[in-house]
């Protein structure tokens, strides 16, 4: 119950959804913002359109519940054939699982009710037909195009699968150019790489965008300034309870490399060096890393174990044999289907329930501005912004949500001026037209405005306050409740 409700920590979510619902209305994917104020409307990449759709139809016949359990189902889904796909290559069920749940727990940061668990399962499957082709000699990269023609509709870690693509035809034109015994198979192997590589290039213009898609993810990370403001972004902070999973799954991979003999592949090394260098750079990319590496560390740990002939290899051989033949008695996939059947059955009658948390989103201070219509442009945070275009659009507009890629550098610094009390906030209120503010209750902002006799406190709870300015237009609501007191909050930290 409360790994579900986790995944919707991020508003982000909301928008999304309601995202898919104004595409659906409309049968058109937007090229400009609908949600915030801001005139003229912001260009606006919707990248993630398809996925939008997919959570807007979830939602509309099963509510939030449905999309966590939607997505939650592919998480599972993920890490479910993660180990399938090891343990078909490798002999160790032990060493299989074991490097399963690290890697599942590593990627556990990033378990969130949103378009990129989409790429976690196509990142896999990409990935596995081409290991498929260059080690089991099995040629399925027909399915490659496909796949990418899916993937650039649902999510932009596309990328991701490109890069993998590309490593596979390094790593091929450097063993054509140096390896004697292996250049024929090389050679033919980089010629069909190029001809997958060339094709899902191609697919990928069958987007609302065109090429601009693949010139979106630079454009995006080109920019240092989001890429330094945007807490995914950020390099994993290894004192959080986040990166735990991560950090140990990174000591038993040393750990390995350290123990083995064996030479390793060199697109193996690559594939490690590149996708490890991504996720110390930036938190989001781990789950990628995860799914990567765990073949690898896999392959590895059974190489070193079974070529050791002592007690502790025979009796991790032993406990394998044991472990692998209940396996194989039990009805393969019979306990992952009644499960799914199981948590479908206690969604529909009502058993489980998700929904966003009202001691961390403004889910009561919605209601109440619906209620009093207030009227003016506002001043919020992005999380605040996702969960009102969830619950107050088209009503309410907001000045900023979780699109950061569309506003860009300029109006988060513009943000980051009035949260930071930097020179000349208040001229942001006066360029945009603010006169009230629906943000964080546990927050500098907050308790600034608290003490500014300039602004009223019309509403608080333990998530959010809502100050309206004092003046005249406001009156009869500061009248209304003249002695709202702030909500203290002990157990939150500072929001970032």
């Not at 104020?37 to 449905?66: C, D, K, N, R």
């Not at 896999?298 to 394998?320: A, H, I």
């Not at 306990?335 to 001691?359: E, H, M, N, Q």
């Amino acid at each position: 119950m409360h790994l579900g409700q986790s995944l919707l920590n991020d508003g982000d979510t909301g928008y999304h959804i309601r995202a898919g619902e104004y595409i659906m209305k409309t049968m058109k994917v937007p090229q400009h913002d609908m949600f915030s104020y801001l005139t003229p409307p912001l260009p606006w990449t919707a990248h993630e359109w398809l996925s939008e759709v997919i959570m807007a139809l979830v939602h509309s016949a099963f509510g939030l519940t449905g999309v966590v359990v939607f997505f939650s189902f592919f998480i599972a889904l993920t890490a479910m054939l993660l180990f399938e796909t090891i343990h078909a290559r490798d002999k160790n069920i032990l060493i299989s699982l074991a490097v399963v749940i690290l890697a599942t727990a590593s990627s556990g940061l990033h378990w969130l009710a949103r378009p990129h668990i989409f790429s976690f399962i196509l990142t896999l499957a990409w990935y596995h037909i081409l290991c498929l082709y260059q080690y089991k000699n099995r040629n399925l990269l027909y399915a490659l195009p496909l796949l990418m023609l899916l993937w650039v509709n649902l999510h932009g870690g596309f990328m991701g699968g490109f890069i993998v693509l590309f490593i596979f035809v390094a790593g091929n034109a450097i063993k054509a150019l140096f390896s004697v015994e292996d250049r024929q198979t090389a050679l033919v192997r980089l010629k069909a790489l190029a001809v997958a590589a060339a094709a899902c290039l191609a697919v990928c213009l069958v987007n609302p965008y065109g090429y601009y898609i693949l010139l979106f993810p630079f454009k995006l990370t080109s920019s240092g300034y989001l890429m330094d403001s945007i807490s995914e972004f950020m390099s994993p902070n290894f004192h959080e309870k986040y990166a735990k999973g991560f950090e140990l799954y990174l000591v038993l991979l040393v750990a390995a490399f350290a123990w083995s003999r064996k030479k390793l592949d060199f697109i193996d090394v690559m594939l490690v060096a590149l996708f490890l260098h991504m996720s110390l750079y930036s938190a989001r990319y781990i789950p990628l890393f995860a799914i990567v590496a765990a073949r690898i560390l896999s392959g590895m740990l059974n190489d070193n174990l079974y070529e050791k002939d002592n007690r502790f290899s025979r009796f991790m051989q032993r406990r394998s044999e044991n472990i692998s033949r209940l396996d194989a008695k039990a009805v393969r996939y019979l306990w992952p289907a009644a499960s799914v059947v199981l948590v479908a059955y206690f969604a529909a009658t009502g058993r489980i329930t998700y929904g966003f948390d009202p001691k961390s989103k403004p889910v009561a201070a919605t209601e109440f501005i619906k209620k009093e219509r207030i009227a003016g442009n506002m001043f919020n945070s992005d999380e605040f912004g996702d969960y009102l275009i969830y619950a107050a659009a088209p009503a309410y507009k907001v000045f900023v949500d979780g699109r950061l890629d569309m506003y860009g550098a300029d109006r988060l610094k513009e943000f980051r001026q009035v949260t930071g009390f930097h020179q000349g906030w208040e001229k942001v209120f006066e360029k945009y037209g603010m006169t009230w503010v629906i943000f964080e209750a546990d927050s500098h902002l907050s308790r600034y405005l608290l003490k500014n006799r300039d602004w009223k406190l019309i509403y608080a709870d333990r998530a959010a306050n809502i100050f309206v300015k004092n003046i005249p237009q406001y009156k009869n609501l500061i009248d209304r409740y003249p002695a709202v007191t702030p909500v203290i909050v002990d157990d939150k930290k500072e929001p970032a």
